[in-house]
């Protein structure tokens, strides 16, 4: 990428940085929510079928890699905002970089996915949470845990691209419900009906929540999910990220 295109993109993340500071309300509840589902889950609703050990150990990764699947409708709400005013046409007209405004918006998305994880880790120390493996583990965690949110945020882009309007968006944004519950984020597939266990286990999200696990070491949780945390969110980029740049490219025609 050109300084040119790395110049306008950073201008992008800014004037998307610059909507926190107009709206703290949506940041405020886009940090908040995630607690509040591991809250629920770890002390209101219960859960941890077939898990041994502290319930915790095993919740608290699998509330992290889906706080990564959801909440991508900021993103997919901001790029149809933009596309139903004409902002993006207008920016399409200037002397930009193409595509400096979807990674602009990406970025933005990606610093509030890191602040987001790290509240989360912090409300799970104040529990009494304690990650094993140091902090080259942790380090290893969080790099997964963004690379599976970058992936399924490249994903809501080109949904938000082809649903064109934000009204469509909560419609789209269903889509993606199925893939979080139906993972072992809250319970391991061996205590669910074959069929179901075999779908959790091969789910995206349940591989990095498994390597996450590992990392934190959780007893259980098998080295090999780490190789398949890194393929499926390399593999899902190398469809929606040029489906998305394409489908921006031919808006104007």
């Known amino acids: 990428m050109s300084v040119h295109a790395l110049t306008d993109s950073w201008t992008m993340t800014r004037r998307e940085l610059a909507r926190w500071q107009r709206?703290?309300?949506?940041?405020?509840?886009?940090l908040v929510f995630p607690v509040m589902l591991l809250l629920m889950f770890g002390y209101l609703v219960g859960g941890g079928r077939g898990v041994a050990g502290d319930y915790r150990d095993y919740l608290i990764p699998g509330m992290?890699?889906?706080?990564?699947?959801?909440?991508?409708?900021?993103?997919?709400?901001a790029v149809?905002?933009?596309?139903?005013?004409?902002?993006?046409?207008?920016?399409?007209?200037?002397?930009?970089?193409?595509?400096?405004?979807?990674?602009?918006?990406?970025?933005?998305?990606?610093?509030?996915s890191a602040l987001t994880l790290l509240v989360l880790i912090a409300v799970g120390a104040a529990l009494g949470w304690r990650p094993g493996g140091g902090p080259a583990a942790l380090l290893g965690a969080l790099g997964l845990l963004l690379l599976f949110r970058f992936a399924m945020l490249w994903i809501g882009i080109h949904l938000a691209l082809v649903a064109g309007r934000p009204e469509l968006v909560q419609a789209?944004?269903?889509?993606?419900?199925?893939?979080?519950?139906?993972s072992n984020a809250f319970a391991t597939p061996g205590s669910m009906p074959g069929w179901l266990g075999t779908a959790v286990e091969r789910n995206p999200l349940s591989h990095t929540a498994?390597?996450?696990r590992h990392l934190f070491g959780v007893p259980g949780a098998e080295s090999g999910h780490v190789g398949w945390a890194i393929l499926w969110p390399l593999a899902l980029l190398a469809v929606f990220f040029p489906l998305a740049v394409r489908r921006f490219a031919r808006l104007s025609r």
């Open 210 to 212: 498994t390597a996450v």
């Open 172 to 182: 789209v944004q269903i889509l993606v419900w199925p893939v979080g519950f139906l």
């Open 64 to 77: 992290l890699a889906l706080t990564m699947a959801f909440g991508l409708e900021g993103t997919m709400i």
């Open 23 to 30: 709206q703290p309300v949506q940041l405020a509840v886009g």
């Open 80 to 112: 149809t905002q933009d596309l139903d005013k004409g902002v993006i046409d207008r920016f399409r007209s200037m002397p930009m970089a193409n595509g400096a405004v979807l990674v602009g918006r990406s970025a933005a998305d990606m610093l509030q």
